[in-house]
């Protein structure tokens, strides 16, 4: 299963928001309502920030939101901080008869 | 809480096989699902494989046909991924990561991370 495709870089200033797209296909992204987005910061692990597509885990700032329409999803992030600064990776599931997921690309955002 | 505690670093050479082990602690072990995710150097993410732990029913990334094994022991709560034939492009960390909550959830809880090495 190729990987989902994302913009290789986003950015924006502190306090302004930044969108970031994650495309797919009808057998993945389009499919399923189980499109997740992870925050990653160098050396570290992921960490869950939206799931089913508009989701937040506890803890997660309302600041991060997320939509799909079609095979695109997106993940926003709005009154950017400093922290912020990282990069982030869509998630699908894109199995039919048995579990299968897939990764984006990845998307790196700076906070200027 | 949850954790998950991954076994340390690994150097391989080409052609060898590596077994992670995860050993997770802070839940219900039996009750969520356990995925494998990797990254090569300066690499995105890559989504290995998943196990059931209730009964080891495993599946995984076609691209890791007959190389992947997943196993768990409910004895001692561990999870372990071995994979076989490596070359240089197994280089990579190694993530193991428990579901957030049902089986269709996504990875929340997550390893440390183990480094393999494959390297002549």
């Known amino acids: 299963h190729s990987a989902l495709t994302q913009p290789p870089s986003a950015s924006g200033s502190p306090g302004q928001s930044v969108t970031i797209s994650c495309t797919g296909t009808s057998n993945d992204v389009g499919g399923y309502n189980y499109v997740s987005w992870y925050q990653q910061h160098p050396g570290k692990a992921p960490k869950l920030m939206i799931y089913e597509v508009t989701k937040r885990p506890s803890g997660v700032p309302d600041r991060f939101s997320g939509s799909k329409s079609g095979n695109t999803a997106s993940l926003t992030v709005s009154g950017l901080q400093a922290d912020d600064e990282a990069e982030y990776y869509c998630?699908?599931?894109?199995?039919?008869?048995?579990?299968?997921?897939?990764f984006g690309t990845g998307t790196t955002v700076t906070v200027l | 809480q949850v954790h998950l505690v991954q076994s340390g670093a690994e150097v391989k050479t080409p052609g060898a096989s590596v077994k992670v082990s995860c050993k997770a602690s802070g839940y219900n072990f039996p009750s969520y699902h356990l995925h494998w995710v990797r990254q090569a150097p300066g690499q995105g993410l890559e989504w290995m494989g998943l196990?059931?732990?209730?009964?080891?029913?495993?599946s995984q990334a076609q691209m890791f046909q007959g190389r992947l094994t997943m196993t768990r022991d409910t004895t001692t709560n561990t999870f372990y991924m071995e994979l076989s034939s490596l070359t240089a492009e197994d280089t990579a960390v190694y993530y193991c990561?428990?579901?957030?909550?049902?089986?269709?959830?996504?990875?929340?809880?997550w390893g440390q991370g183990t480094r393999v090495t494959v390297s002549s």
């Open positions: 990561a428990r579901v957030l909550g049902t089986p269709d959830a996504p990875p929340h809880y």
């Open positions: 196990i059931n732990p209730r009964g080891g029913s495993t």
């Open positions: 998630y699908s599931y894109a199995g039919s008869s048995s579990y299968n997921y897939v």
